[in-house]
C-alpha cells in the first residue's frame, strides 16, 4: 500500500501492517484538526497580555478555522512556565503551519513588547556572615 505523507512523499508499506496493527483514519469524518503550540517563559510574564497576543495572532490568520482557540499555562518547571495554545484549522498541514506561524510571531512579542519574559537564568549569592569563633585574618 502506498500512503502519502504531510510532507508530500510516497510512503510504501506491506499490507500486512495494517492488517495487524490498528489505526485510526483521523480524516473520515472530517479533516478538521486542533494544532497545539508550547511556548516557555518567565515566571513574572503576563500571561494574561501574552494570551489577549495570541489570539489577535490567530484571529487574523487565514489558516485559523474560527472555532477552536486557547492560551492555558500547563506546566510550572524549576525556571519557567509552559504555555501552550491550541487554535483548529481545516486540516493538519493547516494546523501545523498556523501553530508554526503563532510560535514565530510570539516569540517576536515577547522579543520587542517583553523581553522580561523570556526564559532567563537567575544566580543567587550566598554569603556566610563571619562566624564568632573564626579568628580574624590579617594579611
Request: proline residues 6%; contains cysteine; aromatic residues 6%.
Given at each position: 500500500?502506498?500512503?502519502r505523507?504531510?510532507?508530500?512523499r510516497r510512503?510504501?508499506?506491506?499490507?500486512?501492517?495494517?492488517?495487524?496493527?490498528?489505526?485510526?483514519?483521523?480524516?473520515?469524518?472530517?479533516?478538521?484538526?486542533?494544532?497545539?503550540?508550547?511556548?516557555?517563559?518567565?515566571?513574572?510574564?503576563?500571561?494574561?497580555?501574552?494570551?489577549?497576543?495570541?489570539?489577535?495572532?490567530?484571529?487574523?490568520?487565514?489558516?485559523?478555522?474560527?472555532?477552536?482557540?486557547?492560551?492555558?499555562?500547563?506546566?510550572?518547571?524549576?525556571?519557567?512556565?509552559?504555555?501552550?495554545?491550541?487554535?483548529?484549522a481545516?486540516?493538519?498541514?493547516?494546523?501545523?503551519?498556523?501553530?508554526?506561524?503563532?510560535?514565530?510571531?510570539l516569540?517576536?512579542?515577547?522579543?520587542?513588547?517583553?523581553?522580561?519574559?523570556?526564559?532567563?537564568?537567575?544566580?543567587?549569592?550566598?554569603?556566610?556572615?563571619?562566624?564568632?569563633?573564626?579568628?580574624?585574618?590579617?594579611?
Amino acid at each position: 500500500m502506498v500512503v502519502r505523507l504531510w510532507d508530500l512523499r510516497r510512503l510504501i508499506v506491506p499490507l500486512t501492517y495494517f492488517i495487524e496493527k490498528p489505526f485510526q483514519n483521523w480524516s473520515r469524518e472530517s479533516t478538521r484538526r486542533i494544532g497545539a503550540m508550547s511556548l516557555h517563559v518567565d515566571y513574572t510574564a503576563p500571561v494574561e497580555r501574552i494570551r489577549t497576543k495570541a489570539i489577535e495572532i490567530v484571529q487574523a490568520s487565514p489558516l485559523w478555522d474560527g472555532q477552536d482557540l486557547k492560551l492555558q499555562v500547563t506546566e510550572a518547571h524549576e525556571r519557567t512556565i509552559e504555555l501552550r495554545v491550541i487554535a483548529s484549522a481545516r486540516n493538519s498541514g493547516d494546523a501545523y503551519d498556523l501553530a508554526c506561524q503563532l510560535r514565530e510571531k510570539l516569540i517576536t512579542f515577547l522579543q520587542s513588547e517583553l523581553p522580561s519574559a523570556l526564559p532567563r537564568v537567575r544566580q543567587q549569592a550566598l554569603t556566610t556572615a563571619p562566624s564568632a569563633s573564626a579568628p580574624d585574618r590579617v594579611l
